[in-house]
């Protein structure tokens, strides 16, 4: 069975949940850097 995954635009790290893909999205694009706490919720792409 495939999964779907998210994945940020701007840095490529993957999520499993749209909203934290989206949020890193936003965090990357402000403020041109990854943050740990959001990174924190990226899965390895299987």
Do not use: P
């Not at 495939?2 to 993957?14: R, S």
């Not at 909203?19 to 706490?37: F, G, P, Q, T, V």
């Amino acid at each position: 069975m495939n999964k779907e995954y998210f994945a940020c635009k701007i840095c490529g790290l993957y999520y499993e949940d749209k909203k934290w893909a989206r949020r890193c999205e936003e965090w990357c694009s402000k403020y041109n850097s990854c943050n740990i706490e959001i990174t924190s919720h990226a899965v390895k792409k299987t």
